[in-house]
């Protein structure tokens, strides 16, 4: 079987796709995905969004037609109407997927604007906006897991909205939006019609913390390259099972409410040394997502080897972390720089995406 699918059907892992554009959709790639690979979600944030669209071709006509139907269309505008039917169409590939199995999966995930990763009443008014411009029941609202976008996820969880919370990088990011989502799930009125995910960020940590290894250059410092990151996520997904299998969320789950899955992030390979599917295979295990970029996804599919990994090394992962504070590493500071330099980056991917738009209206 492809390895894909057996992180599905063997693991409980759902496999979802960081990335989204027109001819994706248009030329059935996403249907493909689905069908071929086991794909059961989709994910998209300003810097996809910026590189589909400022790729040209497939968006061109549509840019056309929306600026001859309205020549004097506010730039933000344009972009979230193009943004909008390509989240639509994704929704609608993945209804069945979303329908079969009960609204647990078949997600579409779109972001709220980055410039407001800090405005908790900007960042709940906006995701009801786009709830119901974009009028799918598979839709996910990605939320920042700022000081400011937690409130956030707690108040449209309460409300019935679907929550990606995303741009998590440390435990207490991670600790912040699972009792978030707990609180909110309390005052739904109908909990089980919610889904939600907790999207914690995995290879960048190691990017940041092995360059803080390379400075330092020990061999005690240089043992610990590429260990940071997985456990890390080793370390959330164990309190994620504290908070909603050994915890007080089976008065919710009584309820019918879902667990809040965690999604790991940002799993690409940025370092050649280490294996392409590391962050893949070594982050499997039940009542996870992963989102993979293509490039990943076929690796995966190549020689990717599931088991169920999570679980395995906990108290290495302890160490790990300890033996990176006992020589000066201090992952709050890295996460807290990493979530900030996150927050920045999209928010650029964005201002680049409006200005490519407005440089649109000129050819």
């Known amino acids: 079987m492809n390895p894909l699918k057996k992180l599905w059907t063997d693991h409980r892992q759902a496999v979802w796709l960081d990335f989204i554009e027109r001819e994706l959709l248009t030329g059935g790639g996403l249907q493909r995905f689905v069908d071929d690979d086991g794909v059961r979600g989709v994910t998209s944030n300003p810097s996809i969004f910026q590189k589909a669209i400022e790729g040209g071709g497939a968006y061109d006509s549509a840019v056309a037609a929306l600026l001859d139907a309205e020549p004097g269309m506010e730039t933000n505008d344009l972009y979230e109407a193009l943004a909008i039917e390509d ?66 996820i707690e108040s449209l969880i309460a409300g019935g909205i679907n929550v990606n919370a995303t ?49 330092i250059g020990s061999d005690r410092a240089l043992a610990l390259r ?48 280490y294996r392409d599917v590391v962050y893949v295979e070594e982050l499997i295990g039940p009542d996870t997502v992963n989102t993979l970029p293509v490039a990943t996804l076929e690796a995966f599919r190549d020689h990717g080897e599931p088991r169920t990994s999570i679980t395995e090394g906990v108290d290495d992962a302890v160490a790990t972390v300890a033996a990176l504070a006992a020589i000066g590493i201090d992952m709050d500071a890295v996460t807290a720089r990493l979530q900030t330099d996150g927050v920045a980056a999209f928010a650029a991917s964005f201002d680049k995406l409006l200005a490519a738009l407005d440089g649109a209206r000129s050819v």
């Open 87 to 152: 989240i639509r169409d994704a929704a609608d590939v993945l209804r069945p997927v979303w329908s079969e199995s009960g609204g647990e999966d078949g997600f579409v995930s779109l972001e709220v604007s980055p410039y407001l990763a800090h405005d908790t009443d900007g960042t709940v008014a906006e995701a009801r906006r786009l709830w119901v411009a974009v009028d799918r029941p598979n839709l996910m609202i990605k939320v920042p897991a700022t000081a400011a976008g937690a409130p956030a």
């Open 226 to 273: 590429g260990k940071a990151a997985v456990a890390n996520a080793k370390l959330a997904y164990r309190r994620f099972q504290e908070i909603f299998h050994d915890g007080p969320f089976a008065e919710q789950a009584a309820r019918g409410a879902r667990v809040q899955r965690p999604l790991w992030a940002s799993t690409s390979t940025k370092n050649p040394a």
């Open 167 to 215: 741009l998590m990088f440390s435990l207490a990011d991670y600790e912040a939006v699972a009792q978030a989502y707990v609180r909110g799930i309390s005052a739904c009125a109908a909990p089980g019609r919610v889904g939600s995910v907790a999207s914690f960020f995995v290879s960048r940590v190691d990017t940041m913390v092995d360059a803080a290894l390379e400075a």
